[in-house]
């Protein structure tokens, strides 16, 4: 896949949307001062009000962490830089 833009990112349908569960219907990723995040999106209907009736989405954004590997490390196994002399 190309690198994102600047302030930009893209959302595809999740198809492995499990019944009954709250997963997202959508997933995908964006590009934000050029740091980059993961989103998820789901379609919900507006109960009450003016607006009721009305579809309307609910997102949210995550940090992508490059370095995944680092959270299913435990911490003892952490590495670290050697002390400055």
Not at 51 to 70: N, P
């Amino acid at each position: 896949m190309a690198e994102q833009k600047d302030m930009s990112g893209v959302l595809f349908k999740n198809h492995r949307r499990r019944d009954g569960k709250q997963d997202p219907n959508a997933q995908g990723s964006c590009t934000i001062d050029g740091r980059r995040y993961w989103i998820s999106a789901w379609t919900n209907t507006v109960e009450r009000g003016k607006h009721e009736g009305e579809k309307y989405l609910s997102i949210k954004f995550r940090v992508a962490d490059d370095d995944v590997s680092a959270h299913l490390r435990p911490r003892s196994q952490t590495t670290t830089c050697p002390a400055r002399s």
